[in-house]
């Protein structure tokens, strides 16, 4: 679908864009007319090889590395597509994020501590540096990737859950403070879907999954392709499960 | 490069005709309150205000601020 005016005239950043669900959102912004910056932490060949079939698709696209919990991380990333591509980010997938599984009763510090850095505090850390572009240009597109664990419980993944449901009340609360700039600000909860991350996970929990198969990268990216398309105008502060039925 | 207090109000009063008032409504002694400038609009301000004036403004500053004057004066006095 083309519109002359859409994608504004700004880049994307997906955070942990290296693989997974990240490299796919990456590849499906690109090819829906963003310049799009790959954010890498470790995975340095990866975030190089999706920006380079970026490129080869004709799209454009920029391998930033930084580790999205430091604190500077946003303020380095932003400035460095901002130099690379001429435009502000105006649209933000909030994608980084790890686990570190373990039942409550023996879940340690630093178990708890990493996820929640990971994938609650430097979400908040980036939404709040791209508003500042995206408040003054009266447009953008954040979209947070949730999970269906932040929804329902998940033995195992407190911390994650924790994690995940606070990224969801936190794009609820964003969302609505700046709904008139023309922002918005949703997430996406995927259920179980095939990647790195889900790989050692046994099989058999398949059968709770509505849909009997697990979904793909691509299926999730298509939900934010859509969230972050000028269609998606009056819809934020909602949460996209994406996940064959799990939490339905 | 040092900045005018008559630059500052200009700026100033284009930035919150932006967000909704008539220009002409936005006098010195008009407040944020007549104006229905809220506090998302002011945090917007301030950001307009680093941007262009390096002149940071934090929640503490703008909570003592009510009028457009105090606002102008304000910047005019760090910026200088």
């Known amino acids: 679908m083309s519109d002359l005016s859409w994608p504004p005239a700004g880049c994307a950043l997906v955070t942990g864009g290296s693989r997974g669900i990240g490299a796919a959102i990456a590849k499906r912004l690109a090819a829906d007319g963003w310049p799009v910056g790959v954010n890498y932490r470790s995975g340095r060949a990866g975030a190089e090889q999706v920006a380079a079939e970026i490129k080869a698709a004709g799209g454009r696209a920029f391998a930033v590395g930084a580790d999205v919990t430091d604190p500077a991380s946003p303020g380095i990333i932003f400035e460095a597509l901002e130099q690379q591509f001429g435009v502000p980010v105006l649209a933000l997938v909030n994608n980084a994020g790890i686990s570190a599984d373990n039942l409550s009763p023996s879940l340690t510090d630093a178990e708890w501590d990493a996820v929640i850095d990971t994938n609650l505090t430097a979400a908040f850390r980036f939404t709040r540096q791209a508003l500042k572009a995206m408040m003054r240009a009266r447009t953008g597109r954040i979209v947070n990737i949730a999970s269906v664990v932040g929804l329902r419980a998940n033995p195992g993944q407190s911390n994650y859950g924790a994690a995940k449901a606070g990224l969801i009340q936190f794009t609820r609360t964003a969302a609505v403070e700046v709904a008139r700039r023309g922002v918005t600000i949703n997430a996406v909860a995927p259920g179980w879907i095939e990647t790195d991350m889900t790989a050692d996970v046994n099989t058999d929990l398949l059968e709770a999954v509505p849909a009997r198969r697990a979904g793909t990268a691509a299926e999730v990216a298509a939900c934010v392709g859509f969230l972050v398309s000028q269609q998606a105008s009056y819809v934020t502060g909602a949460v996209l499960s994406v996940d064959g039925g799990l939490g339905a | ?80």
């Open chain 2, 1 to 80: 490069m040092s900045v005018t207090k008559e630059q500052v109000q200009e700026r100033v009063v284009e930035a919150l005709a932006s967000f909704g008032p008539d220009a002409d409504t936005i006098t010195s002694s008009a407040t944020f309150e007549e104006l229905d400038i809220d506090s998302l609009d002011l945090v917007e301000l301030a950001q307009i205000v680093e941007d262009e004036y390096g002149v940071v403004l934090k929640g503490e500053d703008m909570k003592e601020l009510n009028t457009v004057g105090d606002v102008v004066e304000l910047i005019s006095t760090r910026a200088a």
